[in-house]
């Protein structure tokens, strides 16, 4: 792997920051580890996975740094607890609502009992966080579900009736000398204290937003509280059960921008030096706590990607990485060909090749960092600058020429008073644009052609084609937030996996949950304190209401369908064609709109639902439509129209499994442009936000490129004609076989409820044939090759 130490070259992530690890590394046997603990004699850890693939627990020699074995379960998530003797480990079973217990033998773990606090999902409790009272046999066990505490009696395996903690809880932490539970209430932005003589909540200490991991001082006098969406560490005194300073883990001392995600921490064997994960800057912040009240920063060090747990043991840090060390390419994405298990639908066929599904793609790691000196430190500091696309001069002036219609500050001038963006669903750029000889696409895996969506192709063609844009998201949980917050929060990241892959929990991911919401909300309620009129078509909108999302509330289109793949995509745009014609006649078209045109998700091969080719079809004619009826409109001289994929989930790419489509439409839009610039979900939110005069909404937005380079000051105020649609839209599955029986499973009524991999095997076989097979699979880490066009606005 890549190291800061050892001169190779850091790896580029399609978000646009860098890896560079410290240390060495181990890669683990599956994704989305989330946290370790470490027996007693500091010989082994347990490392919980928990993610959409194989969930279960690593056994690991710290000694020899060498993984010994992974014990897969049904569902796990983040709970560890490890009796003193090091013969007991107690796990978090989720969703399932249970706890597993587990001991060591030889060198595995293997499940010796389990203490169950109530039927598994869909009953709601969902087991997060645990701490253990060896002297008093109790098991502490906190939820996010049913957002409570239980006190479980290891010797009887009794549950005692659940305390209602009121808010979302994510771990607990024992003090044993005086008896106190601490819980970090993840939706509540407080530490609950729990007196476990008097049997009661004592007292909740106010922290700064999502706190998570916690640490106890050696002495027990100080509490160490990560604070995700505060990129910070409240330092509270336990004495006086009050915070007694605020840690910033920031990059930058000044900055307030959500993106650090502070969300692990732990104190060296000495006490006197903090290290804090900030998840989305892969790295660790470390502080000098010698003089809790006094503390204060001694700089950074590098790690893999997505950070979600740190322990320190004797002279080294262990930092377990959520998503590992790179991204990729996913060739053998989504598709029938891959699976290592026998296709029901070719009897005798297997594959060697594993599924590369975005969701379960990126496997953990961990690594191990000797503690560095003062000099290793600064070192390591640097590089950490170094990785990182963000500093504080971009969030006040965005990259760009003068003169450009995309300004570089917010506020400045812009020709631009419209702005229109729509967000579809789920593909990547091989499987819609890989047949366009203009860019760097695969043909063999390009599933919907010119043929099925020649609007797509001819925006691409008139317009600009993109073909370096990736999305910041994995699934279409994470992706409408990164769409419309250019941020996902802790939450959103850690609990989308265990929803997917079926094992419980709802999805809560658009405006329906307080918990995953940004600390200051999305582009809508960046526009309302702006005073920047908007309307929502279908975003973050449920069954014609606008849900628990304050800003959208008075602020959206209640006729205009949300998520509902029966109703077609040009009848929303009619629907959106009325609306708008309406709101121009009166003169009170609001500066920005969001739309939501999904059904090129498809609906597989269910029998009575759309074909998956009228489905892209329809959605292409819909986006032809919409482009035409605007461009013939008075105001079109005035307008831009952004559209993206809130995710690439649903194929494969030969580039990257973030890499999708992108298009960007307006009179100020350079035609018939190739650009091969790399841009991100953020990068467009940033164009949107100086066009708007709206800040950034996050670090990742603020050190995204606009993509002003495919801007010209020079208008075109042609306007554009949709292409008529090559096949029916109106077609209909009609076979009773396989395929169809297969698509009647899915869950089709929510977004990405099917199970990805079965859902896009059928898609394939639909479209290329049930005997296709793939081409060879291409794999790479992600790094940046293309230079941008010559701007010739320059």
Same mark, same amino acid.
């Given at each position: 792997?890549?190291?800061?130490?050892?001169?190779?070259?850091?790896?580029?992530?399609?978000?646009?920051?860098?890896?560079?690890?410290?240390?060495?590394?181990?890669?683990?046997?599956?994704?989305?580890?989330?946290?370790?603990?470490?027996?007693?004699?500091?010989?082994?850890?347990?490392?919980?996975?928990?993610?959409?693939?194989?969930?279960?627990?690593?056994?690991?020699?710290?000694?020899?740094?060498?993984?010994?074995?992974?014990?897969?379960?049904?569902?796990?998530?983040?709970?560890?607890?490890?009796?003193?003797?090091?013969?007991?480990?107690?796990?978090?079973?989720?969703?399932?609502?249970?706890?597993?217990?587990?001991?060591?033998?030889?060198?595995?773990?293997?499940?010796?009992?389990?203490?169950?606090?109530?039927?598994?999902?869909?009953?709601?409790?969902?087991?997060?966080?645990?701490?253990?009272?060896?002297?008093?046999?109790?098991?502490?066990?906190?939820?996010?579900?049913?957002?409570?505490?239980?006190?479980?009696?290891?010797?009887?395996?009794?549950?005692?009736?659940?305390?209602?903690?009121?808010?979302?809880?994510?771990?607990?932490?024992?003090?044993?000398?005086?008896?106190?539970?601490?819980?970090?209430?993840?939706?509540?932005?407080?530490?609950?204290?729990?007196?476990?003589?008097?049997?009661?909540?004592?007292?909740?200490?106010?922290?700064?937003?999502?706190?998570?991991?916690?640490?106890?001082?050696?002495?027990?006098?100080?509490?160490?509280?990560?604070?995700?969406?505060?990129?910070?560490?409240?330092?509270?005194?336990?004495?006086?059960?009050?915070?007694?300073?605020?840690?910033?883990?920031?990059?930058?001392?000044?900055?307030?921008?959500?993106?650090?995600?502070?969300?692990?921490?732990?104190?060296?064997?000495?006490?006197?030096?903090?290290?804090?994960?900030?998840?989305?800057?892969?790295?660790?912040?470390?502080?000098?706590?010698?003089?809790?009240?006094?503390?204060?920063?001694?700089?950074?060090? !590098?790690?893999?990607?997505?950070?979600?747990?740190?322990?320190?043991?004797?002279?080294?840090?262990?930092?377990?990485?959520?998503?590992?060390?790179?991204?990729?390419?996913?060739?053998?994405?989504?598709?029938?060909?891959?699976?290592?298990?026998?296709?029901?639908?070719?009897?005798?066929?297997?594959?060697?090749?594993?599924?590369?599904?975005?969701?379960?793609?990126?496997?953990?790691?961990?690594?191990?960092?000797?503690?560095?000196?003062?000099?290793?430190?600064?070192?390591?500091?640097?590089?950490?600058?170094?990785?990182?696309?963000?500093?504080?001069?971009?969030?006040?002036?965005?990259?760009?020429?003068?003169?450009?219609?995309?300004?570089?500050?917010?506020?400045?001038?812009?020709?631009?008073?419209?702005?229109?963006?729509?967000?579809?669903?789920?593909?990547?750029?091989?499987?819609?644009?890989?047949?366009?000889?203009?860019?760097?696409?695969?043909?063999?895996?390009?599933?919907?052609?010119?043929?099925?969506?020649?609007?797509?192709?001819?925006?691409?063609?008139?317009?600009?084609?993109?073909?370096?844009?990736?999305?910041?998201?994995?699934?279409?949980?994470?992706?409408?937030?990164?769409?419309?917050?250019?941020?996902?929060?802790?939450?959103?990241?850690?609990?989308?996996?265990?929803?997917?892959?079926?094992?419980?929990?709802?999805?809560?991911?658009?405006?329906?949950?307080?918990?995953?919401? !940004?600390?200051?909300?999305?582009?809508?309620?960046?526009?309302?304190?702006?005073?920047?009129?908007?309307?929502?078509?279908?975003?973050?909108?449920?069954?014609?209401?606008?849900?628990?999302?304050?800003?959208?509330?008075?602020?959206?289109?209640?006729?205009?369908?949300?998520?509902?793949?029966?109703?077609?995509?040009?009848?929303?745009?009619?629907?959106?064609?009325?609306?708008?014609?309406?709101?121009?006649?009166?003169?009170?078209?609001?500066?920005?709109?969001?739309?939501?045109? !999904?059904?090129?998700?498809?609906?597989?091969?269910?029998?009575?639902?759309?074909?998956?080719?009228?489905?892209?079809?329809?959605?292409?004619?819909?986006?032809?439509?919409?482009?035409?009826?605007?461009?013939?409109?008075?105001?079109?001289?005035?307008?831009?129209?952004?559209?993206?994929?809130?995710?690439?989930?649903?194929?494969?790419?030969?580039?990257?499994?973030?890499?999708?489509?992108?298009?960007?439409?307006?009179?100020?839009?350079?035609?018939?442009?190739?650009?091969?610039?790399?841009?991100?979900?953020?990068?467009?939110?940033?164009?949107?936000?100086?066009?708007?005069?709206?800040?950034?909404?996050?670090?990742?937005?603020?050190?995204?490129?606009?993509?002003?380079?495919?801007?010209?000051?020079? !208008?075109?105020?042609?306007?554009?004609?949709?292409?008529?649609?090559?096949?029916?839209?109106?077609?209909?599955?009609?076979?009773?076989?396989?395929?169809?029986?297969?698509?009647?499973?899915?869950?089709?009524?929510?977004?990405?409820?099917?199970?990805?991999?079965?859902?896009?095997?059928?898609?394939?076989?639909?479209?290329?044939?049930?005997?296709?097979?793939?081409?060879?699979?291409?794999?790479?880490?992600?790094?940046?090759?293309?230079?941008?066009?010559?701007?010739?606005?320059?």
């Amino acid at each position: 792997m890549p190291s800061a130490t050892n001169g190779q070259q850091a790896v580029m992530l399609p978000n646009g920051w860098k890896l560079s690890p410290a240390g060495k590394g181990l890669m683990l046997t599956s994704d989305l580890p989330l946290n370790m603990v470490i027996t007693p004699d500091g010989h082994y850890a347990a490392i919980s996975e928990n993610g959409d693939g194989q969930q279960g627990i690593e056994w690991v020699d710290l000694q020899k740094q060498k993984v010994l074995s992974f014990t897969p379960v049904h569902a796990a998530w983040l709970g560890l607890a490890m009796s003193s003797d090091g013969k007991t480990l107690y796990v978090s079973g989720g969703d399932d609502n249970c706890i597993l217990v587990m001991r060591p033998v030889h060198d595995s773990l293997v499940i010796a009992d389990s203490l169950i606090l109530g039927a598994p999902w869909p009953h709601k409790i969902g087991i997060t966080g645990l701490a253990l009272d060896e002297a008093h046999h109790i098991l502490y066990a906190v939820t996010k579900e049913n957002n409570s505490l239980y006190v479980v009696h290891t010797d009887s395996r009794r549950a005692e009736k659940p305390i209602p903690l009121g808010a979302e809880a994510y771990t607990c932490v024992y003090d044993a000398a005086r008896q106190k539970l601490y819980i970090s209430l993840w939706g509540g932005n407080a530490v609950a204290v729990y007196d476990t003589r008097a049997h009661r909540i004592e007292n909740r200490i106010l922290v700064e937003s999502h706190p998570n991991d916690m640490v106890l001082s050696r002495n027990g006098r100080y509490l160490f509280v990560a604070n995700a969406n505060s990129n910070s560490v409240s330092v509270i005194d336990t004495h006086n059960q009050k915070v007694i300073e605020t840690l910033n883990c920031s990059l930058f001392p000044a900055d307030s921008l959500t993106g650090s995600t502070t969300n692990a921490v732990a104190l060296s064997p000495d006490g006197h030096r903090l290290y804090a994960a900030n998840a989305d800057n892969n790295c660790l912040a470390v502080f000098d706590v010698s003089m809790p009240g006094a503390s204060r920063s001694l700089g950074f060090i !590098p790690t893999g990607w997505y950070p979600t747990c740190v322990r320190a043991l004797k002279n080294q840090i262990w930092v377990v990485n959520g998503k590992g060390f790179t991204s990729m390419a996913n060739p053998y994405g989504p598709q029938p060909t891959n699976r290592r298990v026998q296709s029901p639908y070719q009897k005798n066929v297997t594959s060697s090749q594993p599924v590369q599904y975005i969701g379960s793609l990126f496997k953990g790691s961990l690594s191990v960092i000797p503690a560095p000196d003062t000099k290793q430190l600064a070192q390591y500091s640097q590089q950490v600058y170094a990785n990182t696309p963000f500093n504080p001069y971009k969030e006040a002036e965005a990259p760009g020429v003068p003169g450009n219609p995309i300004p570089m500050k917010p506020g400045d001038s812009t020709p631009i008073k419209y702005v229109f963006y729509i967000i579809k669903e789920n593909r990547t750029y091989d499987q819609v644009l890989g047949d366009m000889p203009e860019g760097n696409g695969d043909p063999s895996l390009c599933l919907f052609p010119d043929s099925i969506t020649p609007n797509h192709h001819a925006l691409a063609r008139e317009f600009v084609l993109f073909d370096n844009f990736y999305v910041d998201a994995e699934v279409s949980a994470d992706g409408h937030n990164w769409s419309t917050a250019a941020y996902a929060t802790d939450y959103v990241e850690k609990t989308w996996p265990t929803n997917y892959s079926g094992r419980g929990g709802n999805y809560d991911y658009e405006g329906t949950r307080q918990v995953a919401f !940004p600390k200051n909300g999305f582009i809508w309620d960046y526009c309302q304190r702006a005073g920047i009129s908007y309307r929502n078509y279908g975003e973050f909108v449920h069954n014609g209401k606008g849900n628990i999302l304050p800003a959208i509330r008075g602020h959206y289109c209640a006729v205009f369908p949300d998520f509902d793949l029966s109703i077609q995509d040009v009848y929303r745009e009619k629907v959106w064609e009325h609306d708008f014609d309406s709101l121009v006649a009166a003169n009170a078209l609001p500066r920005f709109c969001t739309l939501r045109f !999904p059904d090129d998700h498809t609906s597989g091969m269910r029998r009575g639902a759309y074909t998956p080719f009228a489905a892209l079809a329809d959605n292409d004619l819909a986006l032809g439509r919409f482009i035409e009826h605007l461009s013939h409109s008075p105001i079109w001289k005035e307008c831009a129209v952004f559209v993206l994929e809130d995710d690439a989930q649903n194929g494969p790419d030969h580039v990257d499994a973030h890499r999708s489509i992108a298009f960007v439409i307006s009179p100020y839009v350079k035609r018939h442009f190739v650009d091969h610039t790399m841009y991100s979900t953020s990068g467009m939110l940033r164009t949107i936000e100086l066009i708007l005069g709206l800040p950034p909404m996050s670090q990742y937005d603020a050190a995204a490129t606009p993509m002003w380079r495919a801007f010209t000051s020079t !208008p075109d105020f042609t306007p554009y004609t949709a292409k008529p649609a090559n096949v029916d839209i109106n077609a209909r599955n009609t076979a009773d076989n396989a395929l169809a029986r297969e698509s009647a499973k899915f869950n089709l009524a929510v977004e990405d409820a099917a199970p990805d991999i079965p859902f896009n095997e059928v898609i394939w076989k639909a479209v290329k044939g049930i005997d296709s097979e793939m081409p060879a699979p291409r794999h790479s880490a992600f790094v940046l090759t293309s230079t941008p066009e010559k701007d010739d606005d320059k």
